[in-house]
């Protein structure tokens, strides 16, 4: 998916607030005219950011994903599945009496087998609650877990500079 143009709209009017929509195949961003460049160049950046993961995230239908890894390795659906913008230290969390599962939305940009995995390991805890033998041997089901451990083990930890 290509990134659409970004049209700046800069508005005496607007005091303090910035938006930002698609209309037309780009984003326009509409911001206060008396920002300072650099004020400016860092609230677009975050703003197109914010767009365009939005958009993503609306392009992969969890509930699907999750009912078809869910027949695949016989694990229980969710009531519910979500993306959530809350999980910075974890991948994915389950509450398993009400049996909802929500998963980062870090993970959008990932490979879908990466994904798959995360789903897979919370549909497991539907299952079995804690990380025990049993819950190990529903989520070795999914042949590319270890794989992506290993990725997500990268990707988690931080970068030496």
């Given amino acids: 998916m290509s990134d659409p143009p970004v049209e700046i709209v800069r508005s005496a009017r607007r005091k303090r607030t910035i938006q930002a929509s698609f209309v037309e195949g780009r984003i326009r961003v509409l911001v206060p005219a008396g920002l300072k460049p650099e004020e400016e160049r860092l609230h677009v950046e975050g703003m197109v950011a914010r767009l365009t993961r939005k958009r993503e995230l609306r392009a992969v239908d969890l509930a699907v994903r999750a009912q078809r890894l869910a027949q695949r390795y ?20 389950c509450t398993f009496s009400d049996r909802s599962v929500r998963i980062s939305s870090r993970l959008v940009n990932m490979p879908a087998w990466v994904l798959d995995y995360v789903i897979v390991h919370e549909l497991a805890h539907l299952a079995v609650p804690r990380h025990s033998s049993a819950f190990k041997e529903l989520v070795a089901r999914y ?12 990707k988690s930890e931080p970068v030496a500079g």
């Fill in 74 to 93: 016989d694990l229980p659906m969710p009531a519910r599945i979500e993306w959530s913008d809350r999980q910075l230290e974890r991948w994915g969390s």
């Fill in 143 to 154: 042949e590319l877990g270890e794989r992506a451990e290993g990725y997500l083990i990268a």
